[in-house]
């Protein structure tokens, strides 16, 4: 029974702590999204969830423990890889994901807080890199695939050619505040393609 | 008389004007490494530059002319494209020199603080966006000569060379927060070079 209580947010989606996760973590990304990181309150979160204080504060600790998990979910939802038979058609899929995602005003707002509080704050860099690190494992098995099919010179590291794909348009996004269109979507993933073509992608190069 | 008085600081670069304006710049940038945009304050920034009020409100208004002012500076400082000879020893000194910026401790915290400041404030996206359109437009010039010698395709996007270099950089830096080194660097001038040289940053490619 103490078994089945502590797991029941995860045995039971629909019970109360699932349901409790969900307002917190919902109320947690509008924060983030009308007053970003430095804005964001426990007390404020907890109110706009409709969740007693105390029940925030035990279970998240701080806002960078609501980011963190935030993060967390966001990948559990986010979708899996393309499999459209060949590495271009893949790597395009990928780049389009990129853009969709960052030009969502709710979830490219989400993105640009925490990323603008990862310069500051340890805990968002760590939920940051695990975000982005299941999400480059999950689009790599993409490459490995076209590796296999002789697509792709052996020894390509597929991780760095997601990496590749996703660079530019978060280079444009945060540095360079240039436009993200679908044009620069589109080469950026031919452009890795190209390089990885090359073999500047394989152990060695 | 009125127009010498007017450029004052830029016709005397000695002058109390080109003086009060380094001093602000300094103390900007010291406030921005300690306490990142969210902490800037006029009243700070004047205290510790041993400057008037006044004078900072009058000439700057606001914490982003602040920061433009001094991203504009830093333009200044910067140094200009490599000229090794070959496009491979051009673009492996772009990379170096993004490297060398973002892991130096002043001027790496000076670039993330602005680039927090500009996922929310639109004046520090202006100033960021120009600051980079200043250095991408300087380090063009090495691809096209590049192209000039026949080591490129006709027709290659020099700039989007020079951004293919450096976005993966900063990709790390602030996005997937892995550690930017000398290899990611290298790597990333190479693989840049690679999908030139494959054509994949000419026109209509």
């Known amino acids: 029974m103490e078994q089945e209580s502590r797991l029941a947010g995860t045995v039971r989606p629909g019970g109360r702590t699932a349901k409790v996760r969900a307002a917190v973590l919902t109320a947690t990304q509008d924060e983030l999204v ?14 706009r969830a409709g ?10 600790g701080t806002p960078s423990g609501l980011v963190a998990d935030l993060m967390n979910e966001l990948a559990d ?23 969709q995602a960052v030009t969502d005003p709710r979830l490219g ?51 760095e050619v997601i ?17 993200v269109t679908a044009e620069a979507a589109e080469r950026s993933a031919l ?3 190209a390089a990885a073509r090359a073999g500047a992608f ?3 190069a």
Not at 51 to 56: D, I
Not at 163 to 179: D, H, N, Q
């Open 34 to 47: 009308e007053r970003g990181f430095h804005g964001l309150s426990m007390d404020q979160v907890a109110a």
């Open 51 to 60: 969740v007693g204080k105390t029940t925030v504060y035990r279970r998240w």
């Open 77 to 99: 939802e986010s979708s899996p890889h393309a499999d459209t038979g060949t590495v271009e058609g893949d790597l395009r899929a990928n780049a389009l994901s990129v853009l």
């Open 109 to 159: 707002a989400t993105f640009q807080a925490v990323i603008a509080a990862a310069t500051c704050d340890e805990e968002a860099a760590k939920a940051l890199r695990a975000f982005y690190g299941r999400r480059v494992e999950e689009w790599a098995k993409a490459v490995d695939r076209a590796v296999g099919r002789g697509e792709l010179p052996p020894g390509t590291d597929a991780k």
């Open 163 to 179: 990496r590749a794909v996703s660079a530019p348009l978060y280079y444009r996004l945060l540095v360079t505040r240039e436009p």
């Open 191 to 193: 452009r890795a393609l």
């Open 202 to 204: 394989a152990e060695g």
